[in-house]
């Protein structure tokens, strides 16, 4: 996936919209079709990933909805628990998932907050919940090459973004949620802000696939790519959670030297040797889903060792049945909440996808962001960066750059 004829540039091609050639160089050749199964020799086998994606289908509900293990349901982690069931050919499992997101979609392009059957817990929404929906449907496409269902789901893509840029600040940053009574929340998320430029990035690509282009889109990627960036006064301060520290190179904001230099930075505060990734830094808790997160920005960034090692260590989570469970608090030594989730058995399967190029969708984290290198805002006026000093300061760390 680190190839420079990146799985980008053929997503957005209609013969080859699931970039399955020579560029997803570690399996050229490789036999493909629905029982292709990624594998990670020495730590994962095939069997073994699918035993996972079928721990994910397991719990699925009647109706498409994939939940927490207390049955309630998000959106973000729906899509991508759907996308593990796609990689592990788990294709009916999958497209339910994709239909439950289409056919409970608000008129406004939201999801609620929190919902279990069909009921919203929490009738706040979350514009990364409402943007994350692209990635899903763009790997979906990658993964089967079905042109029907890009088509089909473009409307909900389409929606979701457009809620998600209604938060959008001029500085850049998206508004992390909108309250039940409709007023905006008053700050963003680094976390959610760079997933949604890598959200925003994909439903470019399936905009450009379905004929639709959104040139506003681009702009507004531009501007939020470099506010997570260059501006980590834009977002309330969560860095004790180690989501905060390296979604920006997960999202695609940082690439080459400064996404380096990021997880250098973060790495003595949240790595536990052997054990993983802590959630939050003040606490003696390492869990799967972060574990596999930072495994793929790690190969995203062409650091494949050190994602390989992580995902080594990231096994001791692994019930025999083929679920994760969530975390393991190491003070206590045991495993803590006391649950498999479907979104870390989700996460497992994406790192393995990825590390492995299985699938045509392997590359979504690296490539729906490797045609853009903004280093420079789209408005300058409108985060301060017009000024001598603002720009001196941005033109010298340029990061989205990609050497």
Not at 184 to 191: F, G, Q, R, S
Not at 203 to 219: N, S
Request: proline share 6%; net charge negative.
């Amino acid at each position: 996936m680190r190839r420079p004829e990146s799985v980008a540039s053929a997503s957005l091609d209609r013969e080859d919209p699931a970039g399955t050639g020579p560029a997803n160089g570690r399996s050229a050749g490789a036999p493909r079709g629905a029982a292709w199964l990624p594998s990670v020799p020495g730590i994962l086998t095939a069997d073994q990933v699918l035993a996972t994606g079928q721990s994910i289908a397991a719990v699925q509900q009647p109706d498409g909805a994939i939940g927490w293990p207390d049955g309630h349901v998000d959106a973000w982690n729906h899509v991508e628990c759907a996308m593990a069931l796609s990689v592990c050919g788990l294709r009916a499992a999958a497209r339910r998932g994709y239909e439950w997101l289409r056919t409970t979609q608000r008129p406004d392009g939201s999801w609620p907050k929190l919902s279990a059957d069909g009921t919203a817990l929490d009738d706040a929404v979350e514009s990364n919940h409402a943007a994350y929906t692209a990635v899903g449907v763009l790997h979906e496409l990658q993964v089967t090459r079905d042109d029907a269902f890009a088509q089909r789901m473009w409307p909900m893509v389409r929606g979701g973004i457009e809620f998600a840029l209604g938060l959008q600040r001029p500085r850049g940053e998206i508004i992390w949620q909108r309250l039940a009574d409709g007023t905006p929340a008053d700050y963003a998320l680094l976390t959610g802000s760079s997933s949604m430029h890598h959200a925003l990035r994909c439903a470019i690509a399936l905009a450009e696939y379905v004929g639709e282009p959104q040139p506003d889109w681009e702009l507004a990627a531009g501007q939020l790519g470099h506010a997570v960036a260059c501006h980590p006064e834009a977002f309330a301060d969560k860095s004790t959670f180690s989501m905060d520290w390296y979604y920006p190179v997960l999202g695609g904001p940082l690439r080459g030297a400064a996404a380096a230099e990021r997880l250098a930075a973060g790495w003595d505060t949240f790595a536990v040797p052997g054990l993983g990734i802590r959630c939050v830094s003040d606490q003696p808790w390492v869990t799967g889903a972060e574990t596999c997160e930072l495994a793929l920005a790690l190969d995203v960034i062409g650091d494949h060792s050190r994602a390989l090692d992580l995902f080594d260590q990231v096994q001791h989570l692994r019930h025999p049945g083929g679920s994760y469970w969530t975390g393991w608090q190491f003070a206590n030594q045991t495993h803590f909440p006391d649950e498999q989730s479907s979104w870390t058995a989700a996460a497992v399967i994406l790192a393995a996808d990825a590390l492995s190029g299985a699938t045509g969708g392997s590359g979504i984290f690296a490539a729906a962001t490797a045609r853009w290198a903004v280093g420079s805002p789209v408005d300058a006026a409108a985060c301060g960066c017009d000024t001598p000093a603002g720009a001196s300061a941005d033109a010298g760390r340029d990061p989205l750059q990609d050497p």
